[in-house]
């Protein structure tokens, strides 16, 4: 990252802590951290029978489920689904699970058009370049006013000013137009409530909105995020809120529990109202059966990398694909290899802790990443200059 998009990221970043510090010691905030991450572990442990309970569930509602092992399979049931509806454009609500599978990589060559309708992540997709995220909830956080202007202007051919509203109001007006013939939808979700079938997603726009109006809305979510109930998935939704931006809720909380139908005609069922006639969910493993319980855990907020050194140091190059920070790094062990973890930056990480005292999860992601060293160096993949000190000690009893 350029030394202007660090600096542009920190004052942000800075943004986000003033508006958070109070709401994160309010009582109300106590005592939901408490009950979310209650939630979480008991969650975690019972995952198994959770995404079953969820399995049944969504089948009472009339949503389609789909479980995916990896990303080759999450990807292959999205090109089934592109196929069947004849799709040609995608409107796409933020995701880091979509990111994690690759589905715009993925999708590049063929002649589906996908349009983020977040405003960060369409600023992103429209700068082409060096346009991974650097922050979870506000992607786009590294670029000021006057290059966001920059990238639109070349990107749409308009001329709007450095002026936040002329640019809103610019991007809006060029994602409507585009996504208008769009039959197709897909998002993540924030939280999966497994007993009711229920998925519960946040924003602040309202494009979640416009995203599950289309015929097909496909929901893409990581096995981590199911949890027991539904009072459990708007708890989690909640915290992830006050430390990802420092607002107790959002505008927005769209809970999804099957297609759009209507019965006010003689009680007779029809589908495809005003939403979605069919909605799919797929779940998605993809290493995390067998990633460090911990690591899942993570609600999303992104507040360990605003608090982070690092990161606030050289910016997304400490992380994997949409997972930013030391989880990412973690993550990515278990999503790819140890390879993949050591090119992440596992040894760039402090292991300080300051992330797990900022989480409201407490994550130890400095014992993971720790672990991750060790693991790692097994593997064969460490720095050079602890090899030639390793071979020095075991051939001259010293370091020099």
Do not use: W
Not at 325 to 344: L, T
């Amino acid at each position: 990252m350029k030394d202007s998009e660090l600096e542009t990221m920190r004052k942000s970043f800075n943004t986000v802590k003033k508006r958070s510090n109070s709401i994160k010691e309010s009582p109300s905030t106590k005592r939901l951290i408490e009950r979310v991450r209650e939630v979480k572990k008991y969650s975690i442990e019972n995952n198994e029978e959770l995404i079953s309970q969820a399995s049944e569930s969504f089948e009472r509602n009339g949503i389609d489920f789909r479980f995916a092992k990896n990303s080759k399979e999450a990807l292959k049931i999205i090109d089934d689904l592109l196929l069947e509806y004849g799709c040609s454009t995608i409107a796409k609500a933020k995701s880091n699970t979509l990111g994690e599978i690759k589905l715009k990589k993925h999708l590049a060559d063929s002649d589906i058009d996908i349009v983020e309708t977040d405003l960060g992540d369409r600023i992103l997709q429209l700068k082409k370049t060096d346009n991974k995220p650097v922050h979870p909830t506000g992607p786009a956080s590294h670029l000021n006013v006057s290059d966001i202007a920059d990238i639109v202007n070349e990107s749409l051919g308009v001329n709007v000013k450095a002026e936040p509203r002329e640019i809103m109001e610019a991007v809006r007006g060029d994602v409507l137009k585009r996504i208008e013939s769009a039959n197709v939808g897909i998002s993540g979700a924030n939280a999966v409530a497994s007993e009711e079938g229920s998925l519960v997603m946040v924003h602040n726009e309202g494009n979640i909105s416009i995203v599950s109006l289309k015929d097909l809305h496909i929901i893409v979510a990581g096995i981590e995020k199911i949890v027991p109930t539904l009072e459990d998935a708007v708890s989690v939704s909640k915290l992830e809120t006050i430390f990802a931006t420092g607002s107790y809720v959002t505008s927005y909380m769209n809970v999804i529990s099957g297609p759009s139908k209507t019965a006010d005609i003689e009680k007779k069922l029809l589908k495809n109202m005003y939403g979605a006639e069919r909605v799919v969910v797929i779940l998605l493993d993809n290493g995390r059966s067998r990633a460090t319980p911990e690591c899942l855990y993570c609600i999303g907020c992104g507040n360990c990398v605003v608090h982070c050194p690092v990161y606030n140091a050289v910016g997304n190059e400490f992380g994997f694909n949409n997972y930013l920070g030391g989880r990412g790094v973690a993550m990515s062990r278990f999503i790819e290899d140890d390879e993949a973890c050591y090119n992440s930056g596992l040894y760039m990480c402090t292991l300080c802790g300051l992330c797990t005292l900022n989480c409201p999860l407490a994550i130890p992601t400095n014992e993971i990443i720790e672990n991750m060293r060790k693991l790692s160096a097994d593997a064969g993949f460490y720095p050079k200059a602890h090899g030639i000190i390793k071979e020095n000690i075991s051939q001259n009893d010293s370091p020099y």
